[in-house]
């Protein structure tokens, strides 16, 4: 169930009112009757127990024979709507007369009461009309106005359409046998609709299309029947029993047909529509086709051997650099060992040529037959040439020169006093 707001509430009452109660037929007394200064009669309608607002408009108060007043008792006949702004209902008056209306009216009201109970105004029952009808019957008098006002919005909204006019009385005793034979013949010569008109006139001068052998005639007929009697104030039995109402002659062309204007600018937007989507199915299959072409390219066989052709060139190029910066600095570390090997060389000769002059002085120095003066002879101990200090008692250590070799052991050791 879902929130209305007050506008929608009062809008969908007003649609059930006005189609529930399209059409009332009211008694009562008037009271609190205010004449606008715009024509239009507003007053309150009501009897012992209860009471309604009304109003009628300029142009129907315009033609009532009398003066309202109040406490005068009326009839009404009209309709009830909803007056949105304010959310009152209220009875639209069509005509009004005073209480004890004619033989005309009862008897009006007696047969619609009859054919409503006996289902000729039922919605269920009602036809649905063509969209696009290629013939119909405009059955109304041959020389009325309202024949050429229904010719003329239907040369002006659809001209393709086929017409037949069935000439009939549309007022006086011989009227509706003159409609039922017109209606039932068209109905047998399977038309797409078939109209029964005449131009507005009183009660009398429609009172053909409130004949009973009429409403029978539209209720058994096959063909869809519109009703298009008087004004939009005038209703008649016909609008009842008819599959559509239309409130006046040239209304109910414009009710029936299709306007070409509006059928040329309506195909003009449904193949802008067409050519629009197909312009977008083509782009989309475009997409999808280089879509298909490209994961098809990036996995084809012809595309990894490509890929692992480019890899090993990637991988020969690189091998290639790595070579060449290898070289060149194996070069350049060639030609730096070129340059600086004979400063190195030479270095090394001539350190090791001073090891040699020293090591050549050390054993001049200390080779026995250099120190074969009498009285001298060289200490060693373990093979070393030592001091005579370092010894100690009870130590082993060899006495030589360059003759003689003789091993002695400490049996003390004394330190000399210096002079």
Not at 2 to 30: C, D, H, M, P, W
Not at 329 to 356: D, G, L, T
């Amino acid at each position: 169930m879902y929130t209305l707001s007050v506008s929608s509430l009062n809008e969908q009452i007003k649609a059930l009112l006005e189609s529930t109660f399209a059409r009332v037929l009211v008694e009562g007394e008037l009271s609190r009757v205010t004449f606008h200064n715009s024509g239009h009669v507003y007053f309150t309608l009501k009897d012992e127990n209860s009471a309604i607002k009304a109003v009628i408009f300029k142009a129907n108060a315009a033609k009532l024979k009398f003066q309202l007043q109040e406490g005068l008792k009326v009839v009404l006949d009209g309709a009830v709507t909803l007056y949105k702004p304010r959310g009152e209902y209220q009875i639209n008056c069509f005509t009004i007369s005073p209480s004890g209306h004619g033989a005309l009216a009862l008897a009006y009201e007696q047969l619609k009461n009859k054919l409503s109970s006996q289902g000729y105004f039922d919605s269920a029952r009602k036809k649905h009309f063509p969209k696009f009808p290629k013939k119909i019957a405009l059955i109304t008098s041959a020389t009325g106005a309202a024949l050429q006002d229904m010719l003329r919005v239907a040369n002006s909204r659809y001209r393709v359409i086929e017409i037949d006019i069935y000439d009939v009385l549309v007022q006086g005793q011989n009227a509706a046998p003159s409609i039922v034979k017109a209606l039932s013949l068209a109905d047998a010569r399977g038309y797409d609709i078939i109209v029964m008109g005449r131009g507005g006139g009183s009660m009398e001068d429609l009172w053909a299309f409130n004949e009973e052998i009429v409403a029978d005639a539209i209720f058994k007929a096959k063909t869809p029947i519109v009703s298009a009697v008087g004004h939009e104030i005038d209703w008649v039995i016909s609008d009842f029993v008819a599959d559509l109402r239309a409130p006046t002659p040239s209304a109910a062309m414009e009710m029936i047909l299709p306007d070409t204007n509006e059928l040329y600018q309506y195909i003009d937007s449904i193949e802008s529509q067409y050519i629009q989507i197909i312009k977008q199915k083509i782009y989309n299959s475009k997409q999808e086709l280089t879509h298909l072409i490209n994961l098809y390219s990036g996995h084809s066989i012809e595309k990894k051997i490509s890929q692992k052709i480019e890899d090993v060139k990637q991988l020969q190029t690189s091998y290639n650099q790595t070579i060449s910066f290898k070289m060149q600095s194996f070069f350049k570390e060639v030609e730096s060992i070129k340059i600086r090997f004979p400063h190195v060389m030479q270095s090394r000769i001539n350190i090791a040529q001073n090891q040699v002059a020293t090591l050549q002085k050390m054993l001049e120095s200390n080779h026995p037959k250099l120190k074969s003066k009498k009285g001298f002879a060289q200490i060693s101990k373990d093979a070393k040439v030592i001091d005579i200090a370092s010894l100690k008692v009870d130590d082993i250590f060899d006495l030589m020169n360059d003759k003689v070799k003789i091993s002695a052991k400490v049996l003390t050791k004394n330190r000399l006093k210096k002079v």
